[in-house]
């Protein structure tokens, strides 16, 4: 069983910057970690992952360049570092794991795991 818990969220203004954290119980050194995120009236939309046995990264296009997904060992988290930040943004943003590789690390259907969620309004 793994438990995730994002952190990090808040309030800011358009081209602010936030890095969300994901904190997971136990070693996930093999795990895929997804960011995901839902806006609100909207369907849970996939935002960034990355394959923590070969530091593979996936990012939805429109953060492509703006978003950062990367992992940090020593405390067993994965971040997810945003940059010029957009009212488009504003969304509960959710981690998500798996253990091991998936084809589709875009979807959510390939994770089994998922934390609480983490509220990020972006203000313009």
């Known amino acids: 069983q793994v438990q995730l818990v994002e952190s990090g969220g808040g309030l800011v203004q358009t081209g602010d910057s936030l890095r969300l954290s994901c904190a997971a119980s136990?070693?996930?050194?093999?795990?895929?970690i997804g960011w995901f995120r839902q806006a609100p009236g909207k369907e849970r939309e996939f935002v960034a992952a990355i394959m923590l046995k070969d530091d593979s990264t996936y990012y939805k296009d429109s953060v492509k360049g703006r978003f950062a997904i990367s992992r940090d060992d020593a405390y067993n988290k994965v971040h997810l570092q945003m940059n010029s930040l957009k009212s488009d943004d504003t969304a509960v943003y959710f981690c998500?794991?798996?253990?091991?590789?998936?084809?589709?690390?875009?979807?959510?259907?390939?994770?089994?795991?998922w934390g609480q969620g983490t509220q990020v309004t972006v203000s313009s």
């Open positions: 998500a794991a798996r253990f091991g590789f998936t084809a589709y690390p875009m979807n959510d259907f390939s994770y089994g795991y």
């Open positions: 136990g070693s996930f050194s093999t795990y895929t």
